[in-house]
């Protein structure tokens, strides 16, 4: 074969090369207008019986030289990458994504703006327990400037032996407390049925990391006027815990902190790992404020400090951690709280960071 033949048969590649190009090309927008419809409709992207059909159809037409399986190979790379794109399009168009909001969420506690590049803090019993216990910590907390109080009325246990919280006369030590001092609220709430209480006597909703995808709990959340903390599940992936916070967002509720608390791995020596990174990756992905609850991703007094040091460093909004006038007889998470004087370190620490305001 002549140096002209070979050209000319490349020169045709060429060409072939650029139709196919064109073919695969127009073949994708034309996934991405299904994508569209799928997307009114609330169908499932990838539909398998589809794809068998297709398959089938280019098998039937197939003369060769490819074998058929060849073929198939080929075709499923080209479904792939545009199932591919309609799912790229689908997460551009979470509510809580920064592509669909680039500017950060804000959100106002009384005052304190949670998101705004100052970190805040949260500061509280595990549990409330008395209204003298969550006063004192309250004491404690206003002493420092700080604004922010936690303190769980509702208890998810593992055990169901184990002290369950007070309840509503919880939400409602919390709210006379935070009346006297001017504080804002957070604390959990279990049931979908106790949001619309839990309105009146919060200024935050938490929802806990063994209910981030309690569906139902989100879907409540979602639908009242009151800012929400989600956590992380135990064993969520970011993409999980992105989408847990959509479900309160697609119900009207786009006031969300996310916080995480730490992820299960095979490591023992911290009750769970804190999974640092995912705190700058929610904050390129979403417009939301995140914080880090560094009492319940480490369960060690010892590591507070440090690791309230790296999540501010790596860009958290806030940091959370418990606080138990004496945690020795505290009615759950007795090992990990600080006592006051702990708490005073702890604050001292934090306040050396020179980004930290009060
Ligand atoms: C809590 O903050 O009181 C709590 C139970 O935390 P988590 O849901 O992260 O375990
Ligand atoms: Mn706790």
Redesign the pocket.
């Known amino acids: 074969m002549s140096n002209q033949e070979l050209d000319v048969l490349r020169n045709k590649l060429d060409d072939i090369n650029l139709d196919l190009l064109k073919l695969i090309n127009e073949r994708a927008k034309l996934v991405q207008e299904i994508g569209k419809v799928k997307e009114k409709q609330g169908v499932n992207k990838f539909d398998p019986v589809r794809e068998r059909k297709m398959l089938d159809l280019i098998k039937d037409h197939n003369d060769g030289p490819f074998e058929n399986s060849t073929i198939e190979k080929l075709f499923k790379e080209i479904f792939k990458a545009g199932l591919g794109l309609q799912e790229s399009e689908q997460k551009k168009a979470l509510l809580v994504s920064r592509k669909k909001k680039p500017e950060n969420t804000l959100i106002n506690l009384k005052g304190e703006i949670i998101g705004n590049g100052i970190p805040s803090f949260v500061f509280g019993p595990?549990a409330v327990e008395s209204y003298d216990q969550v006063a004192i910590v309250a004491e404690a907390v206003k002493r420092k400037g700080l604004k922010l109080l936690?303190g769980?009325a509702y208890?998810?246990r593992t055990s169901p032996y184990d002290f369950q919280g007070l309840g509503l006369d919880g939400l409602k030590i919390l709210k006379r407390v935070a009346d006297e001092y001017d504080l804002a609220v957070i604390s959990?709430i279990v049931n979908p049925a106790d949001i619309e209480t839990a309105v009146e006597y919060l200024d935050v909703i938490?929802i806990?990391?063994?209910n981030m995808q309690n569906f139902e709990l989100l879907k409540a959340a979602g639908q009242v006027d009151k800012p929400v903390l989600l956590?992380r599940g135990l064993a969520a992936t970011i993409d999980e815990f992105i989408h847990a916070a959509e479900y309160i967002m697609s119900q009207g509720n786009g006031n969300i902190i996310l916080?995480e608390?730490g992820i299960r791995t095979y490591e023992k020596a911290t009750r769970n790992t804190l999974d640092i990174s995912a705190v700058p990756i929610l904050k390129q992905e979403t417009h939301l404020p995140v914080m880090v609850?560094v009492t319940?991703s480490t369960g060690r007094r010892d590591l507070l400090i440090p690791t309230a040091k790296a999540a501010l460093a790596i860009g958290a909004d806030g940091v959370?951690a418990e606080v138990h006038p004496d945690p020795a007889v505290a009615l759950s998470d007795s090992a990990q709280q600080m006592d006051f004087e702990q708490f005073d370190q702890f604050w001292e620490e934090i306040q050396k960071l020179n980004w930290v305001t009060v």
């Open positions: 595990c936690r769980g208890k998810p959990e938490q806990g990391a063994r956590k916080c608390r609850d319940h959370m």
